[in-house]
């Protein structure tokens, strides 16, 4: 029910005894919540008069009683502004209204206070620091809420989970809050003695500095940052940076870096819970008006990108709340990068084929990683190097890449090279066919057409001949070539058996 000045001004009568009113006029407040007048009285005393609308706003009208009485005179003497004090309350019905003393200084509105300069912002951020720096005592000996890090954090993901149930905030909105809220980093403040109600009505401004601080309703122990929610309506940037130079510089090491993003949240999620409460109450108006301010803030967030609210950047999302893909970088979206290989993988790849892995600490050399092999089509190699009833690869040390689940099993050592290969196709036709190494050694020098001969003893280079010998060890005998046994008798030489090997 809506109050008139006059109708206050008659309420207060019989609040405060002795009162007579010569002069009144209404005063900024919450519309939706109080009906306020200030009354001037015949030895020019001024009162303020609070009316609220509802059972919800009277609460708030006795839980400031309460936070106000908490308030010790040693307490209010330390502070840099004055706080209000109950004069006196008549009841109507289940609501009742209050009346307050006289405070000094008058209400500016955001845009005037962004105009007064940079000493009003600077003194808001000092009376900010104060406010914060009173005693968790006072909110405790009120009996009012008190919350940690944790706890605030899960009641916002608890209110953001009763807006999206109205099926009415924009998607994007909803998956913008609901990222915020799960950047865990943003949420490790420390809970401080809050106003919980701050804004520029609630501040009694006096030759350009807060000389009074009104609307103690949500007192209580929480997010520092709900008392800055305020400012994000400030246009003038500089405004809200000369407000928290001088928070900063009151509290020190205790001040918070992400406080301002955390305000952000709270200031963009204020419209939802402005809008749900609209909702609770079947305000057709407020509904209306709530639905065209989340409309408005989501097509700003879609163009401008909107204020941060996060210390993890959020992704892009469309108007369905949905990720955006980011487009790929310009160099990157042109190059082939064939089975899904990384550009690293490439590069390693190309490394590995130009003999430049490191092997273990033995010495022996790790397998390139799997790519596509340089040699002819159709060749068939395996990943670990030739079997036994194979070919070798021809020209190259790199190998084909295959699919990992058709290889055999990685053996225990690392396997060898194709420079070591020679060596290890001689010793293996060495203890095979002692016949075919005799034609394997005498015609090395022309074996470009005969395809019966073993690949590796066609194409191998001088660097790869080169290297294989500077891996045999000097001084012992090795099984490269067959020994030979000259027949005593005058016959004719035959290869060596066995038992002529195992002879002094």
Known sequence: MKRSPMELAAIATAAVPGLTPVGVAGIPDDPDDFDSALILDAQENRWRVRSPRHEESSMRLETELTALRS???????ALPF??????GTVRQGSLRTFVYNHLPGAVMDLEDLVAAGGSTASDIGHVIAAIHALPEELVDRADLPVYTAEEFRQRRLNELDQSATTGRIPPRLLRRWEHALEDIALWRFNPRVVHGDLHE??????????????????????????????????HEQSFTDTVIEAYTASR????????????????EFALAQWFTRGLATN????????????????????EFGGQPISIVEPP??????QPIPEPAPADEADLDHGDDTTLEAQEANQDAAAGQHEGPAGGTAVPPHPTSSPQAPGAA????????????PTGDDTVAATDPADQPPLPDHAPATAQDEPAVAEDKASDEDPDHADAAADTTSDTAGDDDEPAFL????????QASDAAEPSGDETDALPLIVLDPEGGDARPATEADRQQP
């Open 71 to 77: 308030f010790t005179p040693g307490i209010r003497a």
């Open 283 to 302: 305000d057709a108006e407020r509904i209306a008006e709530g639905e065209q301010m989340l409309r408005d803030l989501d097509a700003d967030i879609a």
């Open 458 to 465: 066609r194409d191998i280079d001088v660097a790869s001949e």
């Open 201 to 234: 009505e609630n501040l009694l401004l006096e030759h350009g500095t807060v000389a009074a601080v009104t609307g103690w309703t949500d007192l209580r122990i929480g997010d520092p940052a709900d008392d800055f929610a305020w400012l994000a309506a400030a």
């Open 252 to 267: 020190g090491e205790l001040a918070d870096p992400h406080i301002m993003r955390r305000a952000a949240l709270a200031a």
């Open 381 to 392: 190699v395996s990943h670990w190097g030739p079997a036994d009833d194979e070919p070798s």
């Open 316 to 321: 892009r999302m469309d108007i369905n709340g």
């Open 82 to 87: 004055r706080l209000p004090s109950v004069a």
